[in-house]
């Protein structure tokens, strides 16, 4: 463990990212103004070692369709529905659904469900992740990852400044505001160098208590902060995620274990860092290192993960991923590694 904490540090120096996240869409629509229809599948292979056994199984982590495109004048629709319930664990469903008022490059107004713009990682198409996975921070803090509201976001001083803010249900996607307030969110990028970018959100919402007996709103609050590199070749990108729930929280374990509702306060956070390199053979091996803190106020509630993986286009619409995720925790220290290999068509 100690070998890991110095690898940390050490990267933290020059932690940074292949691309901005700019945008909600995974897609552009058609420069005639038609419809187009988009979508990308990624199969993959699993492999999940347990302490007593091991489980391999093959999966969807996404399939998705959508359609996109423009009305006169100066409107834009973008829909997508995600088809692989097995990741999900539910039925086909509406994932992105809005409506863009686009005329002003430095205003454009959206009314509908959308993905949260906060974090750099969250904002990433999924298609265009550099791991199969998003960080264990990000998971767990972006909440909800995608939700019904207004957002304005533009583009400043030759795009070297994006932001975008929206205000949404808080309640996640497909369901009505339970409660008077509405969750606020944020996200701020700027372009210094052609080569270095900085960014950053907040994140913050009242919701009606998740504990029975309690008649105070639960309130939460994210900020994150990232820096990303991009010279020639190399590529590298750090973010960091805190967050505090207030008044009640559910704790979910895995694993099928039921959520569990606890009264109180919690504080968390994590970072990530990824170093990545193309070749000129289609080939990138990637190496990713995360901190995931569970409860701030806990000894040795951190998760270390190590993600080493490798990419491989066969052209620019297909890609093969592979990583073998080493998994370490503090507190107890499981056998719970994974090796997964994902194949990626986007069309």
């Known amino acids: 463990m100690k070998c890991i904490k110095i690898l940390a540090l050490a990267l933290a120096f020059i932690a940074v990212s292949v691309q901005p996240a700019q945008s909600q869409g995974c897609a552009a629509p058609a420069a005639d103004g038609g419809i187009t ?54 039925a086909p469903f509406l994932l992105d659904a809005f409506i863009t008022y686009q005329r002003f490059s430095w205003a ?16 990433t198409a999924c298609h265009s992740l550099n791991t199969i996975f998003r960080s264990q921070a990000v998971n767990n803090l972006v909440s909800p990852d995608r939700d019904l509201g207004l957002m304005v976001s533009g583009r400043l001083f030759s795009d070297r400044f994006f932001y975008s803010v929206a205000l949404t249900n808080g309640t996640g996607r497909g369901l009505r505001d339970n409660n008077n307030s509405k969750t606020f969110h944020s996200r701020v990028q700027v372009s210094p160098l052609h080569f270095l970018t900085l960014g950053g959100g907040m994140q913050y919402g009242a919701h009606p208590p998740a504990a029975d007996g309690v008649t105070t709103d639960d309130t939460r609050f ?58 000129p053979w289609n080939i990138q091996p990637v190496f990713r290192y995360e901190n995931w803190n569970t409860d701030l106020s806990a000894p040795n509630a951190i998760e270390h993960t190590m993600v080493f993986g490798l990419n491989y286009w066969f052209n620019e619409w297909t890609r093969l991923q592979v990583n ?20 990626q068509v986007v069309f």
Do not use: H
Not at 54 to 79: C, H, K, M, W
Not at 258 to 277: K, Q, V
Not at 324 to 343: G, M, S
């Open 37 to 90: 229809v988009f979508g990308f599948l990624q199969p993959q292979f699993e492999t999940r070692f347990n302490s007593d056994n091991t489980e391999q199984s093959f999966t969807f982590n996404r399939a998705r369709i959508g359609v996109t495109g423009t009305v006169p004048y100066d409107f834009l629709y973008y829909v997508v529905l995600e088809t692989g319930p097995i990741f999900f664990n539910d």
């Open 108 to 123: 454009q107004i959206s009314l509908g469900q959308f993905k949260s713009p906060f974090t750099l990682e969250m904002s």
């Open 222 to 279: 994210r900020w994150a902060a990232d820096v990303q590199f991009n010279f020639r070749n190399l590529s590298l990108i750090g973010e960091y995620v805190s967050g505090q729930d207030k008044g009640s929280f559910v704790i979910s374990p895995g694993c099928g274990i039921p959520p569990e509702i606890i009264t109180g306060d919690l504080n968390r956070s994590g970072f990530y860092f990824t170093a990545m390199y193309r070749t």
């Open 324 to 343: 073998y995720l080493y998994r370490a925790e503090e507190r107890l220290e499981i056998f719970n590694d994974e090796f997964i290999v994902q194949l």
